[in-house]
């Protein structure tokens, strides 16, 4: 079948441009009105970016948004420990129950959120339960549900996505390099520094910067396992959209939006720009954080 | 470092005792014996799956045997992990370190062996210039040409000056051109280091140019160690003989020994004399094929060899096939089994004479042309 016509090329390109705009209408929209004077309404009443002034002075987002920014940092360095070690681990050695391990590893990438938030409310719960029985905290000075939760809950997430992409990059990694390295007398460990891990940084770095942007961005989990003194930013946006219809709401998620966007596009380009370094070996590797990433 | 406690003039030997290596119900290599001198150029031939390979990685310390010992430059190293012995391998796909350049590569081992920046700078050069590729130096892999990488992988391991030198099908990957010249370069280097070479490959053509032994390999099992013109010319078994150049292979039984020679009989009836095979004792009875190639194939008309020197049968050529260089002659037997012959062509003469398909003739070889194998 020829698409080569000029009618398939005009119709292919509607149907693209189309599309698109469908998803980002919305967000124009909202980019649109956080520079909007009026603060109510549907109507645009003048340019001003008064709404972004006022957020510098805004105490509760300022505090959500260093939480944001804490618990993203720590559990995204947490996550790539531990993802990178797991694709390792499911892919370069051979143990009884490999393969269900191998099947199960994405399961926190597939789960409903909503599934993930309640089950990690309910363990959670049981734990820090236990835990203040065990202490004989009373209702005083009782563990509670924190950053320290919230940081569990999105390493849980986060080291599935750097599986995923550090597998994407142990696949285009030949073992036999591996070997080379052992037989040019590194050990085991010289080994894995020396030449495991660069050939499979693309994979860390793309999981990392996921792991950073998905955290950054969650609501559902968080919702669940988050207490006093550890609202996220999201968690706050929505607090106040339930307060007031705000301009600033508009604007901290224009910039929510604006940082997400610089993070993945750094994500594919770290990948893309290793790719046509090592041009020909590593073609897969870039296709897979777009299809990772969950529609929120 | 093994190589340090090297027993003097044991440097570069290997020893195979007795290996087996399983995996699961699958046995790779089984019982294999085999001692590699030092400076020695050894080829493992085979077809694919007869446990070559496997048996290099057990050399080179990527497998573990079963069972028996191995033992490099005259040190027990059976139990010795890759990193730390003294050999070096070149890849079958070079496995170069795609992150590092030309000269990063090379100084890999160097560099892990914790040498100095003077010296490391020194032996890369000098690595460099043997394999003929100074200019590439700050080029990453992925900017090499198939022939380029494989002298980079070359590089890379004898920068290292190992004992033994373990190459895996390391020509596998380029063209024929390609492979034919770097075959005359790796004999050359072979000559130039004086390492022990352990060179495996399906390729006969390259075992019997290249080697000074080679070890023809199948189903885990060392079927003939010999020198090339040896394996050549007195197969072993019935394997050697059809896996190293092309032969004609005859059915026969044992029926007594007379001297040099060996008396069989062919499934025709008649009774023949063959040279005996490579280091073999048979016994009348015993069932045998007998290995001819086509180039030492006598075919004439009838009644021109009547003498007591040749082992002749009648039968009728029945195709001649002009192939280049040469001319095949398919002759058919009286029991309907075929022996091809093979001549050069000459300017201005037919290889075969008068004969034309159709012809009866004589056809068999000198007594001493032809050997038994085993089954």
Redesign the interface.
Known sequence: MSMSSTRAKVLMGAATWGVYLFLYIPVLILVLFSFNQARTGGTWTGFTTKWYTALAGNGRIISATWNSIQIAAISTVIAVVLGTMLSLAIDRYSYRGRKTAQQIVYLPVIAPEIVTGVSLLAFFSLVIGALNDFLGRDAGNAIRMGKATIIIAHVAFGAAFVALTVRASLRNLDPAVEEAAQDLGATPWATFWKVTLPGIMPGVLGGALLALTLSLDNFVITFFVSGPGSTTLPIEVFGQLRRTISPEVNAVSTLIFAASSVLLIAALGIQAGVATRRSGQVTTVSSTPEEGVPDQ | MAGDQTAQGERGSVSLRGVTKRFGDMTAVDRVTLHVEPSEFISLLGPSGCGKTTTLRLI???ERPSSGSIMIGGIDATDV????RN???I???Y?????LTVAENIA??LK??RQGKTTIARKVNAALDLVKLPHLTSR?P?QLSGGQQQRVALA??IV?EPEVLLLDEPLSALDLKLRQAMRFELSQLHRDLGMTFIFVTHDQGEAITMSDRIAVMHEGRIQQLDTPLAIYERPASRFVASFIGETNLIDVTVTSVEGDLIRVKVAAGQSVLVAPTGGHTLTPGQVAAVAVRPQRVVLESPGTHEDATHALFPGVLRELLFIGDETRAVTELTDGSELIAVRHNQAGSHPFGDLRPGDHVEVGWRHGSACVVDE
């Open positions: 080179s310390g990527f992990p890759a990193h730390k050999v070096n391998t890849f079958q796909n496995a170069l370190f795609k992150h890999f081992g892990v062996k990453y992925s890379r391991a290292n």
